[in-house]
């Protein structure tokens, strides 16, 4: 698969050689796209030290006759008691090319053999450990400017990395080396030029560790929103929506960043580029018009061919990203596809105990997208003969098909739906109504959904992660007000007890739920993206537990991730695995990194209690960051987004009535329906009065008037008198 780049500041001098010198010596060259046919073999022929370990991605590799370990010291001792080197093989369990690189050479005697004599080989699921993960893909970066999964670390038995690569066929072909070379030059470099292999390793390590310093602190002024827009502007696609050429990431953060510079700018530019990426994405083949969810990214320009696997974070903010762009705009295409995305991941996605499973790989039966495409022939004759010319017309199928083998770039018959005409053309190509051709796609796409759910299915990534389920947390509990769908919230709850029942221990996080067993020690992002759905069930249900657990957990957070000398938080616990470098993540790629999360997360605690702590650790982040966000805004958009919210203006409101009275909710529901971005809400009522001042001891001054629910709206400091009224309500609140 392929990874959203961090930004890497230049080496130098010294760096580069070291760099020139690994790359001498193997001389080689690394892609991680390429195409090979898939081999089988026997599944338990073979078993190996994983077979033990609860992730589905290790699991699918428990029976290759490499003798894989985990993670763990066993495997190091091992490495420095026969002086081996490690190959460490880093990936996730749909992903694409990890499948690959299994059946070409992971699952092949010979090139397990080479392996189990030259290496000791570790597996790690990327998304249990995204802390290994961070360190060594930014090793990779740093070698060979690019990263991608399957990731290839070989390191030496105290970890520190002297090669590094994605993925590599079993033979030597089209100048790319092949396993069974590369395993054969590395054994006689290792036995050869072993001083010098430490050497190196060393000094990339010593690298590693200053790319990790903290940049000297600053401070962010506007200026900064106006580069960010510029450059987006200037990579914008005006035809397709997007940004650059290919592969598009939906990127969900950069479209919600582009909807507040709007809304604080009044650019027109910025709205129509968020709509223009949105609709587009929503008629490409990035889009299933059948069982709905997006799909990875599009290999091309159009958003029509997709990676197809789906991933639990991209639905959850592209959900969001839609669902703020309906209540920007009132578009109701914009809430069609949030419902849907929502909808999806009910179905699919959701475990009967509340949680929310990982992914969904691209592949089903050895082949990546056979789940989703289609065949004119088979679309016939599931369809009556009008309603399929209907259907084919608009979802752009023909009998040759669009969905073209890439290495013959011949057809293939088969299809992947996009929408490649509108209605209004469509109504006069078929001189049908467009109510009547609405039903019709309606009938056929459940028609198709119908017959799909008999396919095989592509693998699902069961495991629970609680910085993912976070993310769904908060879309859910935001898509429920926005949308107006009440039982979004009571999935939003559910999910939140399960991380509280099952993934907390006296405030402190675990990452990982598998099979009943919870394990791992929560991360940064476990933390950030947990409290911002936290955050968004209070907004959303004004019950103050949820604003209690948040800030519980935002206390721990400080407690055990806060950079004391620099600011900023790492992303382990001070009292997690000493890894090779402890690194404090920013980057907002595929998803928003945890620092930008929790930037936004303080900012908006300090104005719901008043705690001026939460402010403190604010701007003390903000100021321990800037110096990097200047250098490249666009790469960190969330954190831009948290930077609007600290520069204002901002609106703090205070409701005091009963949640369930009549015009308590009229308020909320005319509230919710107003893109307000930079706001918190609170709610004083009898049933929650004592715990609300508890939390944000200054409501206690906030009575209601007139024997009737209260609305006080406080903007940039200053407090405007109580009304009673709705409409007084909006123009308080109007810019």
């Not at 990790?212 to 900064?224: C, Q």
């Not at 009967?352 to 691209?362: L, R, V």
Request: charged fraction near 25%; include cysteine.
């Amino acid at each position: 698969m392929l990874y959203q780049l961090n930004p890497v500041s230049e080496m130098n001098n010294n760096s580069r050689y070291i760099l020139i010198y690994i790359i001498l010596i193997f001389n080689l060259t690394v892609s991680c796209q390429t195409n090979k046919k898939e081999n089988t073999m026997s599944d338990h022929k073979y078993t190996n030290k994983l077979i033990n370990e609860k992730s589905p991605y290790l699991q699918q590799h428990a029976h290759n006759p490499v003798n894989w370990y985990p993670w763990g010291e066993e495997a190091f001792e091992k490495a420095r008691r026969e002086n081996k080197p490690i190959f460490l093989s880093i990936g996730y369990s749909t992903c694409h090319w990890c499948h690959v690189m299994e059946h070409e050479s992971f699952e092949d005697t010979t090139v397990a053999r080479l392996m189990n004599e030259v290496f000791v080989s570790i597996k790690v699921d990327r998304e249990e450990r995204p802390d290994i993960d961070n360190i060594y893909m930014t090793v990779c970066q740093i070698m060979i400017g690019s990263g991608g999964w399957p990731l290839t670390i070989i390191m030496t038995p105290d970890k520190k990395p002297f090669f590094a690569g994605t993925y590599f066929p079993k033979e030597t072909k089209y100048g790319r080396i092949g396993m069974i070379d590369l395993i054969q030059r590395i054994r006689n470099v290792w036995n050869e030029k072993h001083s010098d292999v430490i050497k190196s390793a060393e000094q990339i390590t010593a690298y590693l560790h200053q790319t990790a310093k903290a940049e000297a602190p600053g401070e962010l002024t506007g200026n900064i929103l106006d580069e960010a827009f510029n450059d987006f502007e200037n990579r914008f696609d005006e035809q397709y929506g997007g940004f650059g050429t290919r592969p598009k990431f939906p990127t969900p953060h950069n479209l919600l960043f582009l909807l507040r510079y709007w809304n604080k700018t009044n650019n027109q530019k910025a709205l129509d580029m968020v709509t223009k990426t949105l609709t587009e994405m929503a008629k490409g083949g990035i889009y299933d018009h059948i069982g709905f969810g997006f799909h990875r990214y599009s290999t091309d320009e159009k958003w029509f061919l997709p990676h197809f696997e789906k991933m639990l974070y991209d639905q959850a903010l592209l959900a969001i990203a839609y669902s703020e762009a309906f209540q920007a705009t009132r578009n109701q295409n914009f809430k069609k596809t949030a419902t849907e995305i929502f909808e999806y991941v009910l179905r699919d996605m959701k475990d009967k105990d509340g949680s929310f499973y990982s992914a969904e790989d691209a592949d089903s039966e050895n082949e990546e997208g056979k789940f989703y495409v289609w065949s004119a022939a088979k679309i016939d004759k599931l369809l009556p003969e009008n309603d399929a010319k209907i259907f084919k017309t608009y979802f752009g199928v023909t009998p040759e098909g669009n969905y073209y083998d890439e290495a013959s770039r011949s057809a293939t018959g088969k299809n992947i739906l996009h929408i490649s005409i509108s209605l209004d053309e469509l109504s006069k190509k078929t001189e049908t109504g467009i109510d009547e051709l609405e039903e019709i796609i309606a009938n056929s796409k459940k028609k198709l959904f119908e017959y799909r759910e008999k396919r095989i299915h592509p693998h699902k990534d069961t495991k629970v992660l609680t910085d993912w389920n976070g993310l769904m947390i908060a879309a859910l509990a935001k898509g429920a007000r926005i949308l107006n769908k009440p039982e979004f919230l009571t999935h939003a709850e559910d999910a939140a007890q399960f991380i509280l029942s099952n993934l907390t221990a006296n405030g402190k996080l675990l990452h990982r739920y598998k099979d009943g067993e919870a394990k791992i020690q929560g991360n940064l992002d476990d933390y950030a993206f947990f409290c911002w759905g936290l955050l968004e069930l209070y907004e959303s249900t004004l019950d103050p537990k949820y604003l209690k657990e948040a800030i519980n957990i935002t206390e721990n957070q400080i407690k055990d991730f806060w950079d004391t000398e620099n600011g900023g938080f790492f992303f382990t616990s001070e009292n997690a695995e000493e890894l090779l470098v402890r690194t404090k993540e920013l980057y907002d790629g595929a998803v928003p990194s945890g620092n930008s999360v929790s930037f936004l997360n303080l900012i908006r605690l300090s104005k719901l209690t008043a705690d001026n702590k939460f402010e403190d650790y604010a701007f003390k982040l903000s100021k321990a960051f800037a110096g990097k966000v200047k250098k490249s805004p666009v790469a960190y958009t969330q954190f831009l987004s948290a930077q609007i919210f600290a520069f204002g203006p901002s609106f703090e409101i205070v409701i005091t009535g009963k949640r369930n009275d009549a015009r308590t909710k009229e308020i909320l529901d005319e509230l919710h329906q107003l893109y307000i971005p930079e706001k918190v809400v609170l709610l004083v009522s009898g049933e929650n009065r004592e715990e609300i001042i508890k939390l944000a001891p200054f409501t206690k001054d906030y009575p209601e008037i007139n024997n009737a629910p209260t609305i006080y709206v406080c903007k940039n400091f200053v407090c405007s008198l109580p009304t009673n009224s709705i409409d007084e309500m909006k123009k308080l609140l109007a810019k």
